[in-house]
């Protein structure tokens, strides 16, 4: 469940944008920046706030990324940019864990993500807070800590597609219904998580979210 300050909504897809931060794809040796990547993830691998995440075992390297989130808060399709920030109905931080070493191979194979990214508990959620128009998407600050070390420190600012263009996009391939999610991508800085690491991100304007890792 999308938990609101008020209410509970069910989640209905979820939208993933890889290689959205400039700085992130030179860390990872990318050369995607011209393009949107979207792939999906099941509502199965949302996480809450507070819960212990697994990682699948020997399936060698897994990092943490920290990403704004959307939620979709009315249905439309083919929204046109100007339009598109009115179909959000809030916003927090998640989690877009992936399995490295899993991902470099599927890349050099042409292969799809989902064995790398759309496995068990890869999608931790933090709670929402409402949307309105007097929030800049364009400036918000996200941190990620693990063990209280900071390894993310970006702003979507630097967003490649930022969030209206994000919906436009999206929109043209799918009706986007009331509960959707769009992971938005990450800064530069992912890196590895192990067993017994905590992992903390925020944002000023969002909250504060941990998992711990066992």
């Not at 931060?21 to 691998?45: A, N, Q, W």
């Not at 990092?63 to 916003?91: F, M, Y």
């Not at 994000?166 to 990450?186: A, Q, V």
Request: proline fraction near 7%; charged fraction near 25%; glycine fraction near 10%.
């Amino acid at each position: 469940m999308i938990r609101f300050p008020d209410r509970l909504i069910e989640p209905c897809r979820v939208f993933c944008i890889g290689c959205n931060y400039g700085k992130h794809i030179k860390e990872l040796g990318s050369t995607d920046k011209d393009r949107c990547i979207v792939f999906m993830k099941p509502g199965v691998c949302l996480v809450q706030p507070g819960a212990e995440i697994r990682i699948p075992r020997d399936r060698g390297m897994a990092h943490h990324e920290v990403e704004l989130v959307v939620a979709i808060g009315r249905e439309g399709e083919n929204i046109p940019r100007e339009n598109a920030l009115d179909h959000v109905s809030g916003i927090t931080l998640g989690l877009d864990l992936t399995l490295r070493d899993v991902q470099a191979r599927l890349k050099k194979d042409g292969h799809p993500w989902e064995m790398c990214k759309a496995f068990e508990q890869s999608a931790p959620l933090g709670d929402f807070i409402p949307y309105n128009s007097s929030i800049d998407l364009s400036d918000i600050p996200l941190t990620c800590r693990v063990n209280g070390m900071i390894r993310q420190n970006g702003n979507t600012r630097d967003m490649l597609f930022p969030v209206d263009r994000l919906i436009e996009i999206l929109s043209k391939t799918w009706l986007l219904r009331t509960g959707d999610l769009i992971f938005t991508g990450t800064p530069e800085g992912v890196g590895p998580i192990i067993k017994g690491d905590e992992i903390t991100i925020e944002s000023p304007l969002i909250g504060t979210f941990s998992w711990r890792i066992v």
